[in-house]
């Protein structure tokens, strides 16, 4: 079982920068998404961004520009910083870990942590 542990977030000023990290403990295998989604109060989940194991990224449309996701792979670690921040941004921010170990896919969901910015 892997489990997810973020850290990083909190509140911030409109226009400030955060950074949210994200480890797995675990072997999460080679083949492998991760990334952060989102859910703001009265919204439904949406992802933010996602890399693989390869290297891709996607990012939502919103946070193009301003937010940039890596990975330390020898660390199974996702980060996430956003910069520009607006209170559009508020949500709480979950990580997750996608993918096959073997022949077994998995998908994992951290706690979530809150980012609030203030105007």
């Known amino acids: 079982q892997v489990q997810l542990k973020e850290s990083g977030g909190g509140l911030v000023q409109a226009g400030g920068s955060l950074m949210l990290s994200c480890a797995a403990s675990g072997s999460i295998g080679l083949s492998n998404a991760m990334g952060w989604y989102r859910r703001a109060p009265g919204k439904q989940r949406e992802l933010v961004a996602r890399?693989?194991?390869?290297?891709?990224?996607n990012y939502a449309d919103s946070v193009k520009g301003r937010f940039t996701i890596s990975r330390d792979s020898g660390k199974n670690t996702v980060y996430l910083q956003m910069s520009s921040l607006t209170p559009e941004d508020t949500a709480v921010y979950s990580c997750n870990a996608n993918g096959y170990y073997g022949l077994s896919y998995y998908n994992y969901w951290g706690q979530g942590t809150q980012v609030t910015v203030s105007s």
């Open positions: 890399i693989t194991s390869g290297g891709s990224t």
